[in-house]
């Protein structure tokens, strides 16, 4: 059984790659002389797909092979996604049977812990029962990957589906629920059941609404900071503008919650879990089953972890999102009517818009639990390219001293370049390049309104319209690119060799720190220079108030 991967094996392949759009996302396009940096570096995101119940079977309705085929498809800044697929019991139709998490697995002959992946996602359906369970070592190896800072998807179903394979691990366990003890929502009750199959008048109501093509329609959580309002990070379009509003639907789901109480041993440093999107159970029914009483759930859920230097996790309400019988209609019955049950698909066997948005869900959950050392390899080779790329390479003299102007027009023109690529928004950049600073949580979180310490008063800083926040996050990564560039040889490929070098390219371990402690020093040096700027401005905005406003 072969690994579900893009490959990146030979420079050839790499070039024909880059140079191919996709069908998804935007693809990057670098240089030539840079193109072979990609292939030492090897920023590459393993992922294990987990199940106890499922399949990764494309004849199955309940197979994950459609899904497990949009992640490996990710288009990331600079690197593949590799999908290896793991079942807990016997099953051909994966890479790894009888798969536990403590100790070694063989892939294609190679010997594995889960310390080789960076992210785990796990799917439950009820193949790991109470007498075998995830525990003991199991467990606390998948503990320890994710205080390492792995990341984690989990998610289940109704009733007590997937709760013996993720109903006890740390911080997942609190942000679903997962035990009928617990209130679980049933698959059957009306009152307590949830239901978001979209009604289809032609359909009337049945079971395999969930399989034609009119999913149900999420809500995302939303943040707002001095005037910007941006949904969360999962629910980014990066193809277009806009937001992910979509998901499929399906009779009987589970709940994401937010725990009323945040266990310091569970959530270090206080910072706890959120949902951060819901959706509405009030189906029609089906012949077996009564019409719900509408209302709101939560149907995904975020923990930020990188926030507390461990790994992010996300969970879902239900796995019935990412199975072939809702993308495809695999295995669905017929419905009356003539309704077609192709899944997510229309008549010419095109994806609909709406799944268009779902896959790019699949492929943004993939990107935000990335680990922080992936994601800083993901991006930090992009900034060197760009500086030998137009407009830059053209329009900026970095031998000149750099003023506030300036660095606002190069940082301006990065974000610009990398516009639709994941990774390459104005706030994941700055977030990147302040990370390691020490600076005051009111303005980590005025750089980036997303930054959020949930469970935690953060006092907002009460700044002006007069201040162009979006002009002083540019003046960061221009500082970082201003400060790369003065750092380079004056030439192409003598900037290509020096990037080698600090890469650590020709070692059997690349490293990334000193490239981007390169752009974390320029980003520190814009701060105080923007810090100087505003306090010189700040004496002509006092007179100018006091010309202006009779005291």
Not at 21 to 48: A, E, G, H, N, Y
Not at 66 to 72: K, S, Y
Not at 356 to 384: D, K, M, T
Request: aromatic share 6%.
């Amino acid at each position: 059984m072969s690994t579900i991967h893009a490959s990146t094996a030979a420079a050839n392949e790499v070039e024909r790659r880059f140079d191919r759009p996709s069908d998804l996302l935007p693809t990057p396009v670098l240089p030539p002389l840079w193109r072979p940096i990609i292939i030492d570096l090897d920023c590459k995101t393993r992922i294990l797909l987990v199940t106890d119940g499922l399949s990764f079977n494309p004849g199955s309705g309940f197979g994950l092979s459609e899904a497990a085929g949009i992640i490996a498809s990710a288009t990331t800044t600079n690197h593949d996604v590799e999908v290896t697929t793991a079942h807990w019991n016997a099953d051909p139709t994966a890479d790894v049977e009888n798969f536990r998490f403590a100790g070694n697995h063989m892939v294609n002959g190679v010997s594995r812990t889960i310390h080789h992946y960076e992210e785990i996602w796990i799917f439950g359906l009820g193949g790991a029962t109470a007498a075998t369970a995830m525990g003991g070592s199991d467990l606390d190896e998948l503990e320890t990957f994710m205080d390492d800072g792995g990341g984690v998807f989990c998610t289940g179903d109704h009733d007590d589906l997937g709760a013996f394979l993720s109903g006890n691990v740390k911080r997942v366990k609190s942000m679903r629920l997962w035990f009928e003890a617990d209130g679980v929502p049933d698959g059957s009750d009306a009152d307590t059941r949830i239901d978001t199959n979209v009604p289809n008048a032609a359909a009337g109501a049945d079971f395999d609404l969930q399989s034609d093509n009119v999913p149900q329609h999420i809500y995302p959580k939303w943040y707002t900071d001095n005037g910007v309002t941006l949904a969360h990070e999962l629910f980014d379009r990066h193809d277009v503008d806009g937001t992910v509003t979509h998901l499929p639907d399906h009779p009987h789901e589970g709940r994401v919650v937010e725990p009323a109480v945040i266990d310091p041993d569970e959530f270090p440093d206080g910072i706890g879990p959120e949902i951060v999107a819901w959706g509405v159970s009030g189906g029609p029914g089906t012949s077996s089953k009564d019409p719900v009483t509408p209302s709101l759930f939560g149907v995904v859920g975020a923990y930020d972890g990188h926030q507390a230097d461990v790994g992010r996790v996300v969970v879902e309400s239900t796995w019935h999102h990412y199975v072939n019988i809702n993308l495809n209609g695999t295995g669905a019955g017929p419905l009356s009517g003539g309704v077609a049950v192709n899944g997510l698909y229309d008549a010419a066997g095109n994806p609909i818009p709406e799944y268009e948005q779902i896959q790019q869900y699949f492929q943004n959950i993939a990107g935000w639990l990335e680990p922080n050392h992936i994601r800083i390899c993901s991006i930090v080779i992009w900034l060197p390219c760009l500086r030998w790329s137009w407009p830059l390479v053209q329009e900026i003299d970095f031998r000149r001293k750099p003023d506030i102007t300036r660095l606002v027009a190069v940082g301006q023109s990065v974000v610009g370049s990398l516009a639709g690529r994941r990774g390459g928004t104005a706030e994941d950049l700055v977030s990147l390049l302040t990370a390691e600073l020490d600076l005051d949580p009111r303005v980590r979180t005025y750089l980036d309104p997303r930054w959020l310490r949930s469970r935690r008063r953060v006092k907002r800083l009460n700044t002006t319209p007069l201040v162009d926040r979006d002009k002083i996050v540019a003046a960061i990564i221009g500082g970082a690119m201003w400060n790369l560039a003065d750092s380079l040889p004056d030439t192409e490929i003598e900037s290509v060799e020096m990037v080698r070098q600090l890469l650590n390219l020709d070692s059997d371990r690349p490293d990334t720190s000193k490239l981007l402690s390169i752009l974390v020093r320029g980003a520190e040096q814009a701060l105080e220079m923007i810090g100087h700027e505003l306090g010189g401005r700040g004496n002509g905005v006092t007179a100018l108030r006091k010309a202006l406003v009779t005291e």
